[in-house]
């Protein structure tokens, strides 16, 4: 399946915001949407105000770079979404946080859902005592999730858990850091999916 290969900082200069792509870089000075507070390309610097479309495209593209999926992928979780019982735009942000690259993002076990994604089609975790290598898997609430015996001493989990350590994992995910394991408690509220989106401009971008 495709996937951005690219640049991440151009990412988050095009959203005009941090989206955090890169961990704690993005809260140094080397940032650079810090660097340089404009979008990418020729005429970055000279772009006027958006129309009410362009600012529901510059929504998606901000959800959909945050989570790190592509346009078919995104549009598929819409779907389901506008199926489901409840407000589309939350249900949307459920899926996305159910997903397995996800989960190991926010478990601290890796410093952002690109690096996640990595060690998850690496084979280092388990789902219900079974090795799972799929990103996109849609995690159930009681799902446990553990590093597998091999990958218990890997340096780039170690480390990561170290710098997570202080941020803590969040309301409906309960880790535990000495066995190396979470469980998925409950699918999150909105007030607790703590993202910079207005899912609604993303609704109706789909819906016209």
Excluded at 151 to 174: K, Q
Aim: charged content about 30%.
């Amino acid at each position: 399946m495709a996937r951005y290969t690219g640049p991440l900082c151009r990412l988050c200069r095009r959203e005009g915001e941090k989206l955090f792509l890169k961990g704690i870089r993005c809260n140094t000075e080397k940032c650079g949407v810090e660097r340089r507070k404009y979008a990418p390309g020729q005429h970055g610097q000279n772009r006027g105000k958006l129309s009410d479309y362009g600012i529901q495209l510059r929504e998606k593209q901000k959800v959909r770079r945050i989570y790190g999926i592509m346009e078919r992928q995104f549009r598929g979780y819409f779907e389901e979404a506008a199926t489901t019982r409840g407000i589309t735009g939350e249900v949307l942000l459920q899926l996305l946080e159910r997903r397995l690259d996800n989960v190991v993002y926010r478990m601290g076990f890796a410093a952002n859902r690109r690096q996640a994604r990595q060690l998850v089609r690496h084979n280092h975790f388990l789902v219900n005592g079974r090795r799972v290598n799929i990103p996109s898997f849609l995690l159930r609430a009681g799902d446990v999730v553990e590093v597998v015996e091999a990958s218990r001493e890997n340096p780039i989990i170690a480390d990561n858990l170290a710098v997570a350590e202080h941020r803590g994992a969040p309301g409906w995910i309960e880790f535990d850091a000495k066995g190396l394991k979470g469980k998925f408690v409950r699918i999150p509220t909105r007030e607790e999916i703590q993202l910079p989106v207005q899912e609604q401009l993303i609704v109706e971008l789909y819906s016209k």
